[in-house]
Nanobody, 127 residues
Framework: QVQLVESGGGLVQAGGSLRLSCAAP????????MGWFRQAPGKEREFVAA????????LYLDSVKGRFTISRDNAKNTAYLDMNSLKPEDTAVYYCAAVSLAVPSRRWSDSHEYDYWGQGTQVTVSS
């Protein structure tokens, strides 16, 4: 089973920044878009952002637009989520995932479409 490995979570004050990384050791996801989801306690898992192989298609949750930036470095088999102007409501476990490019981008916000997942990294934003 392919493993995605997230890192970069932590505790930050409101208004601060964090960069999450998602590595895919030994695997090139050339046929997959990469996505980020988050899950806060007692809530459903929520789509945050996704990016295709070339970076030509990028999607964001409305509430993170202008604050979060998704990117990927295909040479390093790594995806990133740069989070700025963090708010307490951004507190959650963040997961990266991979979805086949055969799935239309309009369905990339659906977690059930994703084939591979990481274990998650905690992001806590204090007020």
């Amino acid at each position: 089973q392919v493993q995605l490995v997230e890192s970069g979570g932590g505790l930050v004050q409101a208004g601060g920044s964090l960069r999450l990384s998602c590595a895919a050791p030994g695997r090139t996801f050339s046929t997959h878009a990469m996505g980020w989801f988050r899950q806060a306690p007692g809530k459903e898992r929520e789509f945050v952002a996704a990016i295709n192989w070339s970076g030509g298609i990028i999607l964001y949750l409305d509430s993170v637009k202008g604050r979060f930036t998704i990117s990927r470095d295909n040479a390093k088999n790594t995806a990133y989520l740069d989070m700025n102007s963090l708010k307490p409501e951004d507190t959650a476990v963040y997961y990266c995932a991979a979805v086949s490019l055969a799935v239309p981008s309009r369905r990339w916000s659906d977690s059930h479409e994703y084939d591979y997942w990481g274990q998650g990294t905690q992001v806590t934003v204090s007020s």
